[in-house]
């Protein structure tokens, strides 16, 4: 796609610190890391989101996922990860080019999450769980 940054990187438009390349899949750093060996993996099919994905493509990302994992935790000092996966703009995605990040982390590095523990009213996680099933 002619307007997307991940779309040119991949056509080679624009530069990256490339770390793994298949026909189906490239994964590079981060332009802005978190912490340093932040990286990304993207599919080279154009599509915005996770659901647009084939299997066969997400297996393939998955996978690469975990391959780079260990390796940027391993090559930056890390001993943890996150792996991150942004869907639309109200969760966060700015770039609309379906991506995971890999982010490793360490003790103190003080990225936090702004996570909070909602809670459900009386049979309401019921009514989402019946809610759910019936799609799937
Ligand atoms: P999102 O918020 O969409 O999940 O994350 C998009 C990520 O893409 C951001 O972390 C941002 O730093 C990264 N990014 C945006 N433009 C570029 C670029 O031109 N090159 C690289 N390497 N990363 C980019
Ligand atoms: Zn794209």
């Known amino acids: 796609m ?3 940054v991940f779309c040119r990187i991949i056509a080679g438009e624009i530069p990256a610190a490339k770390l793994i390349e298949t026909d189906v899949v490239l994964s ?6 978190v912490n340093p060996g932040h990286c990304l993996v993207v599919p080279k099919r154009h599509v915005a989101t996770l659901l647009e994905l084939s299997q066969d493509e997400l297996n393939i990302c998955i996978f690469t996922v975990q391959r780079l994992a260990g390796a940027a935790a391993r090559a930056t000092g890390a ?4 792996v ?7 969760a966060g995605q700015i770039v609309p080019h379906v991506h995971f990040h890999i ?10 999450f702004g996570w909070r523990e909602g809670s459900y009213a009386e049979g309401e996680l019921e009514e989402v769980q019946r809610g759910i099933r019936k799609l799937l």
């Open 84 to 90: 991150l996966q942004n869907n639309g703009r109200c």
């Open 79 to 82: 001993v943890g990860f996150n």
């Open 28 to 33: 590079f750093l981060d332009i802005a890391p």
């Open 2 to 4: 002619k307007d997307c």
């Open 103 to 112: 982010i490793p982390r360490s003790p103190d590095d003080g990225f936090k």
